[in-house]
């Protein structure tokens, strides 16, 4: 009679249990991702910022360019995905350096895979002014037009951005996502780089629905 009463017992818990691991969020804060101490202002407010925190030079985020290439690809329009060159060195500084200088001189789309591929299966260094100046020559730019962008205020100021917006999201290593200026997503903790994406998607997601949900309010 006791194990017919167990058995009940059992039957009759089994559905609160499988709905409570469906309502489970599959990723949880701490464990796949983690929340900035302090949000960092993001380019758009009225729009989802997915920032990628890269370098060049990093094997992990080259392997990670195509994912997020195909990912960018099936956004909605309200999210809206930034580049970040990390920089702990002088290596990576001049690398952000050609970023910004590539970006200015409206070449970025043509010269991002090219940088990542001479970087890591080249084994070039592009690590001064004068490699740099060849590469972007090799690849259509003027030498003059490249240096004089190089050496701009304005990519100066850029490469300075993007050292402070990466202190502030507390960046340890690359590649990294940021969600919202919110939650930091690394491949440690995600577990690999498709899995940061998919982490990246539930983060939008729920800023999505907070959105939505504040909306009434808002008009109230």
Not at 64 to 93: G, I
Not at 192 to 210: I, N, T, Y
Request: contains cysteine; charged residues 25%; proline residues 5%.
């Amino acid at each position: 009679m006791k194990r017919i009463f167990a058995l009940a017992v059992l039957l009759l818990s089994m559905p609160f249990a499988l709905a409570a691991q469906e309502a489970a969020p599959k990723y949880v804060e701490g464990t796949h991702y983690v929340r900035l101490a302090q949000p960092v202002r993001t380019a758009d407010p009225s729009r989802i910022e997915v920032t990628e925190v890269f370098w060049y030079g990093c094997i992990h985020c080259f392997h990670l360019e195509p994912l997020v290439n195909d990912w960018k690809k099936a956004q909605k329009p309200d999210v809206d995905f930034q580049r970040s060159p990390a920089m702990w060195n002088q290596t990576m500084a001049v690398h952000a350096q050609a970023f910004y200088a590539a970006q200015a001189l409206g070449v970025l789309g043509k010269l991002h895979g090219p940088l990542f591929a001479a970087l890591n299966e080249e084994r070039k260094k592009l690590d001064n002014e004068d490699e740099l100046a060849a590469f972007f020559a090799a690849h259509g730019v003027k030498e003059a037009d490249f240096r004089k962008m190089f050496n701009a205020f304005a990519v100066e100021s850029s490469v300075k951005q993007a050292d402070a917006r990466a202190r502030s999201y507390g960046i340890t290593g690359t590649p990294e996502l940021v969600v919202n200026g919110t939650y930091r997503i690394s491949g440690r903790t995600a577990g690999s780089p498709a899995e940061m994406l998919k982490v990246a998607d539930f983060l939008v997601e729920r800023e999505r629905a907070a959105r939505a949900a504040a909306k009434p309010a808002a008009k109230s």
